[in-house]
């Protein structure tokens, strides 16, 4: 029996709050559910079964969207002050989780809750309030139709410096798909949150602390905090510190998995122009750290124009190899303008990239649209944030503008479940190729980080195998922890013994006698209870895979060879994952397994 109190971290209780008549609720929150899902992504899973109707539209007034906490935020342990923001994808059909740093999250916690949970959908554009006093609604006509940043920055004008928001931009007013949810200038970026809150007529969502955490035991957090900061900031984090992710491009280029035009090519021969280390010779740059967090990854370019963009490794990728613009500054340009419309980089790039290329195949009307046209990139990004000319399709991401456009387009469409590619190239990642195509959020490389795997030697990235599936397998899960705990994957490499130490963590906070055994389980129920979510919406082993372009064309590499992923290759470690996983033969939950990872109340 539960105690009554909940354990250290955790309120032990969520918000419910219905923006059509404004009323809001309380929804308990057992013990055995928090040690069960943890909080962010696992917790989201759980609530998102409970309170999504199954089949619900994305878009509709009964689709709810979550904000997860988790018991370490509000902690001092570095990179905790993390939140998700869970909904059903109105891009992908699909359950969809995004991670975000800010002090949005410390503050929502700090309202008492472990989630928050909008349902329902207001009548004019509103912004929901939650502090000590409740929950309510205040009219926000004024901030409709603004960048999300200068709706944030208004709101904490009018409201006080206490309050912390999360808003859209006008990408997310006008249904983009993969619009992004804003804060701190930060993303909740991908899968079409923003749309999801747009849909509601809710430009933002504003918290004020009203509470502290209580830890277990404080003092052994503080001890843990000290220690998990100063390994932070050891040789594991080097590169983020010193040139930020950016520091990747130069590295994947040399070894031909650099998506280049479309993934047309895997090398990029401009690729220095956009690199971290020429651009900080030339630019003016300036460190940044999310909220508690001693790594400071993100690196802010100062443009010639004088504009300044946050450059991070995905949205340069996106924006410049991807389309084929190898010029720094319209980089930076784009990058800035998908802020502030509040559009994902890396499905913006990627529908773009595919329009370049059916623009240059003679399948759409649009002679303007080129590969390595800087100006045509900028237009493109203005229209589909204005959801105007060719806009008006490509905000619908590259799945659906390639059912519009046929042809054979979708063969090229970089997409995954609906969720673009990121940058990484699965004919040379093999391992990755396999934890992108069964990934339950779609084509993610922070769901399924597989590509360090490829990339350590211990096996041939480019003929995938067994070991690729178990290092699938294992990054899959260990993403699963992480995002549940929150913690950021940049401290990945400063556990030597990954889920001993989390253990520990978490038992200091929480007064759990947890282990490593087991977290294991917990990572394996959050992987299957999000499977389990898509299941009941209509996913099949069909939307397990990658575009036929991966399967079918090779890609040449720096090296002279040819590196090729089959479709037959692909299957056959698509059908040991499920066997892994102890899945059927069409990926779905055995009945056993479901009631051995205590998912029957679930499905």
């Not at 040399?254 to 021969?269: E, G, K, V």
């Amino acid at each position: 029996m539960e105690s009554g109190r909940p354990a250290g971290g955790y309120f032990g209780r969520g918000l419910v709050v219905d923006l059509t008549d404004g009323s809001a609720e309380h929804l308990h929150l057992p013990d055995a559910v928090l040690r069960a899902y943890i909080g962010g992504a696992g917790l989201g899973a759980w609530l998102m079964h409970r309170l999504a109707p199954a089949n619900v539209d994305p878009l509709g007034p009964d689709a709810p969207v979550l904000f997860c906490f988790s018991p370490l935020v509000g902690t001092p342990l570095t990179t905790s002050a993390k939140f998700a923001v869970v909904a059903k994808s109105p891009l992908t059909g699909m359950l969809n989780d995004a991670l975000a740093s800010s002090h949005f999250a410390i503050a929502g916690k700090l309202t008492g809750h472990d989630a928050i949970a909008v349902r329902g959908a207001c009548e004019e554009p509103s912004v929901l309030l939650v502090d000590a006093d409740g929950a309510r609604l205040e009219a926000a006509g004024d901030l409709w139709g603004l960048p999300a940043g200068e709706a944030e920055a208004r709101l904490r004008e009018r409201l006080g410096k206490a309050w912390r928001i999360v808003a859209i931009g006008p990408a997310g007013e006008r249904l983009v798909k993969y619009a992004t949810a804003s804060h701190d200038g930060r993303h909740a970026g991908r899968g079409g949150l923003g749309a999801v809150l747009g849909a509601k007529l809710l430009k933002a969502v504003a918290v004020r602390p009203a509470t502290k955490v209580a830890p277990a035991d404080p003092q052994a957090v503080l001890a843990a905090a000290r220690e998990l900061r100063a390994r932070s900031l050891g040789a594991a984090t080097a590169k983020y510190r010193e040139l930020g992710t950016l520091a990747n491009l130069l590295a994947f280029n040399a070894i031909s998995t650099l998506p280049t035009r479309n993934f047309q090519a895997a090398t990029f021969s401009d690729a220095p122009l956009l690199a971290a280390e020429n651009l900080a010779e030339a630019r003016a740059v300036t460190r940044h750290s999310c909220a508690s967090c001693s790594i400071g990854c993100e690196h802010i370019y100062r443009g010639s124009g004088g504009t300044t963009a946050r450059v991070e490794y995905e949205n340069v990728f996106a924006l410049g190899p991807m389309c084929g613009v190898s010029d720094p500054d319209a980089v930076l340009e784009a990058s800035r303008r998908c802020d502030d419309l509040g559009l994902d980089t890396i499905s913006a790039g990627g529908t773009i990239a595919w329009a370049m290329e059916c623009a240059e195949r003679g399948l759409i009307d649009a002679p303007w649209l080129r590969f390595g046209d800087a100006r045509a990139l900028l237009r493109a990004i203005e229209e589909i944030g204005e959801r105007e000319g060719l806009g008006a399709l490509l905000g619908e991401g590259s799945r659906a503008a390639a059912r519009v456009v046929g042809q054979g387009s979708a063969a090229f469409a970089p997409q995954v479940k609906g969720l673009e590619l990121p940058g990484y190239e699965p004919r040379t990642l093999q391992a990755m190729a396999l934890g992108l195509a069964v990934n339950a959020r779609g084509a993610d490389h922070n769901r399924s980080g597989a590509y360090e795997a490829d990339l350590s030697g211990r096996h041939d990235r480019l003929e995938g195998g067994e070991p690729h599936v178990a290092a699938a397998i294992e990054t899959e899960d260990r993403a699963a922890i992480m995002d549940s705990l929150i913690l950021c994957k940049f401290l990945r490499g400063v556990f030597a013994d990954p889920y001993r130490e989390w253990a520990h963590l978490l038992g200091t906070v929480t007064g759990w006698d947890i282990g490593p055994e087991e977290l294991e389980a917990t990572a394996r129920r959050i992987v299957l209870a999000k499977r389990a979510f898509n299941a009941r919406e209509g996913w099949t082993r069909a939307d397990d895979g990658l575009p036929e372009r991966l399967l079918s064309e090779p890609v040449h590499l720096a090296s002279g060879r040819d590196a090729v992923m089959t479709r037959e290759r692909l299957d056959h470690m698509i059908s040991r994952y499920y066997e892994a996983r102890g899945l059927d033969a069409s990926g779905r939950l055995s009945p056993a397994q479901i009631e051995d990872l205590g998912l029957a109340a679930l499905v």
